[in-house]
């Protein structure tokens, strides 16, 4: 079976032994790289999320596959201004630089897009934007949640009750998959369709890295879901 295949349809024992095969350390560390600061424990188990991230920075490390290996610092308040305009505060840039290769950029993007194309996470599709993305679902429906990326926004959905009680068969490609469709349809209702940074074929006007990124757009909350939406190309 391909990891492709695996990915797409969320088989995840092909994910354990991936990550038996390259060692857990391997795994946590590239985690890191990519913009996860939660601590992780390197234990096999790594790879069905036995480590808990955060939904904001679990998006954040997604955003590598959208802009073409570049990290990602995931960040709210832009600019304060006071009552008679004067800024107060100015976020500046960070550099963070290349973290994946494009090579494995073009990589994870054909094993990502298949997932929203034909996947698990096909409620998700928006038309004619490429996507990529991943479903997630805990045990006995705990937890639920859809993490994807345009080549213009990188946005996270999380499903889930407070007290931390099973939901009724809620699985990432469901109600996630559905609101992330909803958020970025309407994120993307402007915005020219652009394909994901591939290494097949030449360049496609106006793909990302193009064009200048977009302001940040609010969280947004929808009764017990959260969702981080931010600029694929903003540091």
């Given at each position: 079976?391909?990891?492709?295949?695996a990915l797409t349809h969320s088989i995840n024992t092909?994910?354990?032994?991936?990550?038996?095969?390259?060692?857990?350390?391997?795994?946590?560390?590239?985690?890191?790289?990519?913009?996860?600061?939660?601590?992780?424990?390197?234990?096999?188990?790594?790879?069905?999320?036995?480590?808990?991230?955060?939904?904001?920075?679990?998006?954040?490390?997604?955003?590598?596959?959208?802009?073409?290996?570049?990290?990602?610092?995931?960040?709210?308040?832009?600019?304060?201004?006071?009552?008679?305009?004067?800024?107060?505060?100015?976020?500046?840039?960070?550099?963070?630089?290349?973290?994946?290769?494009?090579?494995?950029?073009?990589?994870?993007?054909?094993?990502?897009?298949?997932?929203?194309?034909?996947?698990?996470?096909?409620?998700?599709?928006?038309?004619?934007?490429?996507?990529?993305?991943?479903?997630?679902?805990?045990?006995?429906?705990?937890?639920?949640?859809?993490?994807?990326?345009?080549?213009?926004?990188?946005?996270?959905?999380?499903?889930?009750?407070?007290?931390?009680?099973?939901?009724?068969?809620?699985?990432?490609?469901?109600?996630?998959?559905?609101?992330?469709?909803?958020?970025?349809?309407?994120?993307?209702?402007?915005?020219?369709?652009?394909?994901?940074?591939?290494?097949?074929?030449?360049?496609?006007?106006?793909?990302?890295?193009?064009?200048?990124?977009?302001?940040?757009?609010?969280?947004?909350?929808?009764?017990?879901?959260?969702?981080?939406?931010?600029?694929?190309?903003?540091?």
């Amino acid at each position: 079976m391909s990891l492709r295949y695996a990915l797409t349809h969320s088989i995840n024992t092909v994910a354990v032994k991936l990550t038996a095969n390259l060692g857990p350390g391997r795994v946590a560390q590239t985690a890191h790289r990519l913009g996860i600061s939660s601590k992780l424990h390197a234990q096999p188990s790594l790879a069905l999320g036995t480590s808990e991230v955060t939904l904001l920075e679990l998006t954040g490390a997604y955003a590598p596959f959208a802009n073409g290996g570049a990290r990602v610092l995931p960040h709210v308040i832009t600019r304060i201004r006071s009552e008679d305009g004067k800024v107060l505060y100015t976020r500046q840039r960070s550099a963070v630089g290349q973290v994946v290769a494009p090579h494995h950029v073009a990589a994870m993007n054909d094993m990502m897009g298949a997932v929203v194309r034909q996947g698990t996470g096909k409620r998700a599709a928006i038309p004619r934007h490429p996507a990529g993305g991943k479903t997630g679902t805990t045990q006995n429906s705990r937890d639920a949640w859809f993490v994807g990326y345009t080549a213009h926004y990188v946005a996270g959905i999380w499903i889930g009750n407070d007290n931390n009680t099973p939901m009724k068969k809620v699985t990432g490609g469901s109600l996630p998959a559905e609101l992330w469709h909803d958020v970025m349809l309407v994120a993307h209702k402007d915005l020219r369709p652009t394909a994901l940074p591939s290494q097949r074929g030449p360049p496609l006007p106006g793909r990302a890295g193009a064009r200048s990124p977009r302001a940040f757009r609010s969280t947004s909350t929808a009764a017990a879901s959260a969702a981080a939406l931010s600029p694929s190309t903003s540091v």
